[in-house]
């Protein structure tokens, strides 16, 4: 079946620094995939995605590359601000089904 | 962007009863909808897809008579955790997917059950 590995959080950052965030999955197909975003208090957001190998999500600074090859789809930004901390989820769907897979969702804390 | 609330957002009941969470789309219309339960520090799970106007479809391994789900209308998807039990507590979320084709889903912000 499918699932979705994400790096165990929680992870603590200094404002401006990089962020790494790692997600890979298991799939049959050609899966497209997600990040999801749930700041407290709120449901979950799209923050991005990617529906096939080599395409690059990307929304308020952070971007994400589907690489087959490595069934990966890691979360980068290059300057997290204090407004970033929040939860962080990696997702897939199988084609349009639109029933997701999440991974187990990193915690990110900015602090200033 | 499209809004999709949940009530209540908390809930406490005791062992045997039943709880009701209610799953509205407030500015979009929504035939099918998604049951989601999260347990602490884990990931999502899909319960069941609520279609509007027929039965639900169940994900392997959870129990129809004991999460019924109800979509009378294209905007409200009811959850009745039934006979609760202490494992049932846990955090259960709804989702309505976007326009077909954008690949989007509106999550609503979450219910949290606790079964004494």
């Known amino acids: 079946g499918n699932s979705v590995t994400q790096m165990e959080g929680p992870v603590t950052l200094s404002e401006e620094a990089f962020l790494t965030i790692n997600c890979t999955y298991t799939?049959?197909?050609?899966?497209?995939l997600f990040w999801y975003v749930q700041y407290p208090g709120e449901g979950l957001q799209l923050l991005l995605k990617a529906t096939k190998a080599d395409d690059k999500g990307s929304n308020k600074g952070f971007e994400a590359t589907y690489r087959k090859e490595t069934t990966s789809f890691h979360l980068e930004k290059g300057s997290v601000q204090v407004s970033d901390s929040a939860v962080y989820f990696c997702a897939l769907s199988p084609g349009s089904a639109r029933q997701l897979t999440f991974g187990s969702g990193t915690q990110l804390t900015v602090l200033p | 962007g499209a809004v999709v609330s949940q009530h209540p957002s908390w809930v406490i009941c005791k062992s045997g009863t039943s709880v009701k969470i209610e799953c509205r789309s407030l500015?979009?219309?929504?035939?099918?909808m998604f049951w989601y339960r999260q347990f602490p520090k884990q990931s999502l799970m899909l319960m069941a897809t609520s279609n509007e106007g027929s039965k639900a479809t169940y994900e392997q391994g959870v129990e129809k008579d004991k999460f019924l789900i109800n979509h009378a209308s294209l905007t409200l998807s009811t959850l009745t955790v039934t006979s609760a039990h202490p494992e049932d507590s846990s955090f259960y979320i709804c989702?309505?997917?976007?326009?077909?084709?954008?690949?989007?889903?509106?999550f609503g912000p979450g219910t949290r059950l606790t079964v004494t």
């Open positions: 799939a049959t197909g050609y899966p497209s």
């Open positions: 500015d979009f219309q929504a035939t099918t």
């Open positions: 989702s309505a997917p976007g326009l077909l084709g954008s690949y989007e889903q509106y």
